[in-house]
């Protein structure tokens, strides 16, 4: 049993009270022994206040469910539905209109339009990686991607391929044209480029002389202005660097010496305590509050590579130009950083409280803002926040009540850490269908903090199955996304955020791109994310988050914004209409299909994350399609067969073979690891398949159908297996 301090009515687990003394609270100011007796009576006052909110879920839950079995199908009275909701208070009234007031807010996020990566905070280097991502080679992203075509000799190969190279270039050339023309000629044909009085200039292979079509879009240079080594060009708020060295491989074939042209990249990245880290225990949590610690301070570093080749990688410096005026300015070179904390189901026995766990997300949110406090003492250095804020996302909220609650949530630890009211600004993430219905009240809730607000679409598909077991089975997975009611709450997303006066203060945001190795399908749909009017949309990785970046030249979002801000509302009753079918018509083998590729998924992601701890992976799927995974993909999966087994769509014994036959085609996937145990040599007791099992069987009666709980006991089974 682990060793505790007790402080008045809390005993903390020594290791984390020692973490806290010796690594998180010097330097801040903060007061030890104020420090956790302050948190003690904050977990005194707010827990009992956060297990009625968990119980109030439950409890609408069951009347929901109760509702249903009454008016069991698809063709239920959808007004009655309506009213039903509204008296048992599922839905409330919208406040009046009103226009959110959060202050202190990075451009990044208030102003600038840009991709959002996603990483699980736990493994340092990828961390590492997505707070450097603020700027990504276009070049390399282009050339190692399928976003280029690979036909007519241009594949991609173990060397440079000159005739790929070309097309690269010819890409990035084309793109310049479109978002930076010069007033004469292109820039296919630019030979050299300098800094004259009036900005940027080019000679061109005639000899000839341009500039730029828009003057201001040149924004400074480093070196020589009669040889500059970097240009800077700004597009849309994003900037554009085109890196000149004639001695460079790829430079010397260039005209103009360009050896690569960078975008400004992933504006934010959201360090993710959560749905992608697998943290079950005290030696988790640490591990994750280390490296939020290290980001604050500027101090996290992780050693890349081989024996052969091994560097350590360190925070990206913040980079220094001159503007055409000769005055010195400098531009970030990492992405503002954003915490995503637990949700307030979670609890843990790192911190108890007569002897009971707390609430995760108390002991997150304070050791998140305790470490961000680094940050904002950091004076000149290269900070995170420039205006003196702490972002923390807040997923998985049910609702205005719960809204409310992490409001006063953040105040109590304002006062706790002696901060500036509304130092600590929310993302509200809209991924349950009681948040969706009530946005608008949520967004009120928090109306002097909120900075985000995004449409989880993985999470919400997993709650509306959830929410509406009791209706009747549901579509394919597949066909979900064609279902009326998803279409409307991504509408509603932006029209609500536009209406609450997100603009200039807060993003709004649309999910991810879960297939990391398919480019330039990418490239061809993710655009419609700033076309909705989205100022920000997740990708898995910093190459995604530069070719994502492209989409944002493409559109200016503000424009967007303006034009459908007064566009009708998706109407109510098709954000309540779920994606049920009047009756099961599929085929014997339709089914089996369907439960083959969910029981893929489920295994493919749970062996991971049961037996390496891995929250976020790339997992072939039943068409060996590699899909970004993490708990909210899971919760679909696990919460479709669920459906379709209470439903009498497939029977248990259907579901168990699929399981059995998937994990021997999951081993297969794995067997180049030699860390990895084949589910297949014992089932029976083989910890990951019995929570892959568990998962499906008890899906339904799990609260909110949650993958959570299930994954923590087997992993913490599994970590006591192994000691």
């Given amino acids: 049993m682990s060793l505790s301090v007790v402080i008045d009515r809390i005993a903390v687990n020594q290791r984390l009270h020692e973490f806290v003394a010796r690594e998180a609270i010097p330097g801040t100011g903060i007061v030890e ?64 209109p009103f226009r959110i007031g959060t202050a202190n807010v990075d451009r990044e996020i208030a102003v600038t339009a840009g991709p959002q990566l996603v990483v699980p905070i736990n493994n340092a280097r990828y961390a590492l990686n997505a707070a450097n991502a603020r700027w990504g080679s276009l070049y390399d992203a282009l050339y190692g991607t399928d976003a280029i075509a690979e036909d007519a000799g241009a594949a991609r190969g173990a060397h440079y391929n000159p005739v790929r190279g070309a097309r690269v270039i010819a890409f990035v050339r084309d793109f310049l044209d479109r978002h930076f023309p010069l007033v004469e000629g292109s820039h296919h044909d630019a030979k050299a480029f300098f800094i004259g009085d009036g900005g940027l200039e080019v000679t061109l292979l005639n000899g000839s ?97 081989t024996d052969a080749r091994r560097f350590t990688r360190r925070l990206q410096a ?21 915490a995503r904390n637990v949700g307030h189901h979670m609890y843990t026995d790192a911190v108890t409280l007569d002897g009971q766990p707390i609430p995760e997300t108390f002991i997150d949110g304070v050791l998140t803002a305790l470490i961000g406090m680094h940050d904002l003492r950091r004076g000149e250095a290269p900070r995170n926040s420039r205006t003196g804020s702490i972002y923390i996302v807040k997923p998985k909220m049910h609702g205005p009540d719960e809204a409310r609650f992490a409001d006063q949530l953040f105040e109590h630890i304002e006062d706790l850490l002696g901060l500036p009211r509304h130092t600590l600004k929310i993302g509200i993430m809209d991924e349950e269908r009681r948040t969706t219905v009530n946005l608008a ?27 509406s077991m009791e209706a009747g089975a549901v579509e394919r997975k597949g066909d979900l996304k064609k279902a009326v009611w998803l279409d ?33 399908q990418m490239l061809q749909s993710k655009g419609a994310h700033p076309a909705a009017g989205a100022n920000t949309a997740w990708v898995p990785s910093p190459t995604a988050a530069t070719l994502h970046a492209l989409h944002y030249h493409e559109v200016d979002v503000a424009r967007a914004q303006r034009e459908i801000a007064h566009r009708p509302r998706a109407a109510l009753i098709e954000i309540l209409t779920p ?71 497939c029977t248990p014994e259907e579901v168990l073979e699929a399981l059995r036959r998937m994990a021997a085609v999951v081993d297969r996937q794995n067997a180049a690891d030699p860390a990895y145990e084949p589910m297949g040599a014992d089932m029976e007791r083989n910890i990951a398949f019995q929570a892959a099992r568990d998962l499906v069987f ?14 923590h006991s087997r992993r913490r089974e599994r970590k006591a297996a192994r000691t």
């Fill in 33 to 96: 022994r104020d420090f956790w007796r302050g948190f003690a009576a904050l977990v005194t006052q707010l827990a009992p206040a956060n297990a009625a909110l968990m119980k109030r879920r439950d409890e609408l839950q069951t009347r929901i469910d109760d509702w249903h079995r009454r008016h069991p199908g698809t063709r239920f009275d959808s007004a009655a539905y309506e009213r039903f909701l509204r008296e048992i208070g599922y839905l409330v009234a919208p406040p009046q």
């Fill in 209 to 305: 002389r341009s500039g730029l079509r828009e003057a201001a879009a040149f924004a400074g240079h480093q070196g020589d202005r009669a040889a500059p080594r970097s240009v800077l060009l700004t597009h849309h708020g994003l900037y554009v660097r085109l890196c000149i060295d004639p001695e460079h491989p790829i430079g010397r074939t260039d005209p103009a010496g360009v050896n690569d042209v960078v975008l400004e990249s992933a504006l934010t990245t959201i360090q993710d305590f959560e749905d992608s880290v697998a943290a079950v225990d005290v030696e988790d949590k640490l591990l994750v509050y280390r490296n939020w610690l290290g980001l604050m301070k500027g101090t996290l570093e992780a050693e890349i590579g």
């Fill in 318 to 338: 913040d980079q220094s130009y001159l503007a055409a005026d000769g005055s010195v300015f400098s531009v970030p070179g990492r992405a503002l950083m954003l």
């Fill in 441 to 467: 009240a949520c967004i009120h809730a928090a109306r002097d903090r909120v900075v985000f607000i995004n449409t989880g679409f993985l999470d919400r598909t997993g709650d509306e199955i959830h929410t």
């Fill in 488 to 520: 409307a709450y991504e509408r509603q997303n932006v029209d609500i955020g536009l209406a609450c006066g997100l603009p200039g203060h807060a993003q709004i945001g649309k999910g991810m791109w879960a297939m990391p190795d398919l480019m330039a």
């Fill in 579 to 649: 994606p049920l079918v009047d009756k099961p018509h599929w085929s014997t083998a339709e089914i089996t299909e369907e439960l083959n590729n969910n029981a893929q998924s489920i295994l493919g992601y749970v062996v991971r994350w049961i037996d390496f701890g891995i929250g976020c992976s790339k997992v072939p799927d039943y068409h060996n399609v590699a899909l970004m995974e993490d708990r909210a993909t899971l919760r679909i999966s696990s919460q479709h067969v669920a459906n379709w087994l209470h439903h009498g769509v």
């Fill in 698 to 711: 008890e899906g339904r009666i799990q609260s909110n159908g949650y993958t959570e709980h299930i994954l």
